[in-house]
RNA sequence: GCUCCCUUAGCUCAAUUGGCAGAGCAACUGACUCUUAAUCAGUAGGUUCAUGGUUCGAGUCCAUGAGGGAGCACCA
């Protein structure tokens, strides 16, 4: 038996003595030919689907009659187990026999009897494992840690409390844990540590693996919604030559055997528009975009990004696509489902934290989402109207008076030398309206100025046919009817690179863009969504951080 | 890149005006076959983020640096 760790093996010299005791379990393990990193383990069930079995349990008479348990969750405070089992007369618990394996998360040592709770990705369930009742496994049971992961087999049941339980009867050691875990009911709470050590802040923290198992749910529902009406899923490139579709500065990289240098993409758009002019009408990607720039509750440098393009579409095609794309997402994740194995205890998670849906009076709106203290109605249709209607409303001036807008911009501090009146408006725009639309709303037709890949209104070139979904002040979509006028869209590039420091101008001319617009673009109505700010906001997290399993961190020293 | 705030035991957090660095959980020893933040008795655990400085004395004050957070800037 080894008391000490070996120098070797632990790379901290003063690991302190609670590793050492978690490597004297371990020795103790090999001692006994168990295995301490395990191995398959077959046939087990997720913990939420055995806790959903509870209503096999009864109590069965020596007679042979079954007794159903009773209903321990309305029971009175002074209700007894044991006598109600002696009141049915002589008899046993029979249920059925379970397989599950997880983390060990609390551990109650009493005497000849342990309680101890695992966790899987389903949610947690109470052990009883009796010295009797395991036998040899007894041992093993001895040289159990917090964190360790076992498997065991067993009968669902009930203890004295009411508590669902498996009686173990084996108990199958999986994998040893030679860290301490967290706090145990705290779970982690510094920022950085649950950034870096995400898969403690996973198991550990509460609200995190149900927050994470939504975002799945919501991106499996935005295929599956797309997938419904026949949009193409592909998958374009994601190194660059030229970084376009979006004005941001690019990562840069390097290919050695070719000797270019290449930039990590900012945008989907400029390839999906190729496809719309080889034919792939109704075609989309979601994925992983990178900008290099700042960093706040709302930006990570790595984002997904979600770019739809419909053939003979037009932006109100789009904002009819991006509302049910919001709403099936919102169903899907109240929903759970996806696959079984996410319906168990998530859903229980979902529940304990927030309104009981199941609640007999009232059921709430699926529709309406807790933000912060607030509440997001996300019932549809949503609010659509225009950026002057608003900007009306909201800034107090005639967004067509360009002198008072920009009479405005100065009492705000906005620079108005040299530039551009819609810039100027924008800016405006940006620093009184974007914050008061607390949304769902659809802000159409901007001025066409500040959107180069747009189509202008027929009956009106100054404003673009585009729309930006705003919810609680963040922009959530994009869409635009898509230029397909080469001749203007080459146009519109030269004027956008024009205005562009050196630096700033690392956007070249695609030259192959434009070329693929002179053999003819369809019409198309075109949608962006940042998944990760849709997320946030149906899972009611207040920083990007909290939905992006591992977000851009410094490295650790 | 700029401004402000935070960093104390493995985890969650205390520490009065600058005056002996503490608790809970986790760990260790012991008791307990229906506990559930189990309980009870005992033991051990610290480079107070780092490096300098002021001071009789620094977790506390100052400077510089590191990491994190919020805001700004950037971001059609």
Redesign the pocket.
Known sequence: MTDAPDPADSPAP?A???E???R??LARLVELGVDPWGGRFDDRQFIGDVRARLGEVVYRLEDGTDIPLPDFANAPDDFN??QWKADQGKGE?VGPQVRAAGRIV????????Q?I?IRDMTGDI?L?V????VGDDWEIAQQL???DLIGVDGML???????L?I?AARLHFLTKSI??????????????????QRY?DLT?TEGVMPRFLDRTRIVASIRRTLAERNFVEVEGPTLHAIA??????PFTTHHNALDIDLFLRI?L?LHLKRLLVGGVERVYELGRVY?N???????NPEFTMLEVYQAYGDYVAMMDLTEALVCDAIKARRAGGMSPLLTGATSDADNSSGSNKQGADAPRSPYLLPWGDATIDFTPPFQRKTYAELFAQHAGVDPDDEAAVAKLAKSLGIETAGRHPDVIK?DVF?EKVEDALVGPIFVTD?PAS????TKRKRDNPAIAE?F?LFVEGM?IA?AYTELNDPDLQEELFKS?LAGLSEE?SM?KMDHDFIRALRHGMPPAGGLGVGIDRLVMLLTNS??I?DVILF???????
């Open positions: 003063d302190s003595n609670l050492a005791a978690r004297a379990k187990f044991r618990l609390l551990s109650r040592d009493k005497g000849k009897l309680f709770d109470q009883m009796g010295q009797k009742q840690d917090l964190g049941g009930v203890s004295n409390t009411g508590e339980s009686f860290e301490t875990p967290p706090e145990k009911h705290h779970g982690l709470s510094d920022p950085e540590l649950r950034q870096r403690l550990y376009g579709g979006a004005a941001a500065r945008a758009e900008r720039e700042g960093i706040s509750p709302k930006h924008n940006e901007y500040i959107c180069p890949l585009r930006e922009e994009n956008q700033d956007a207040q920083t951080r977000p851009l961190l410094r490295p650790e020293r």
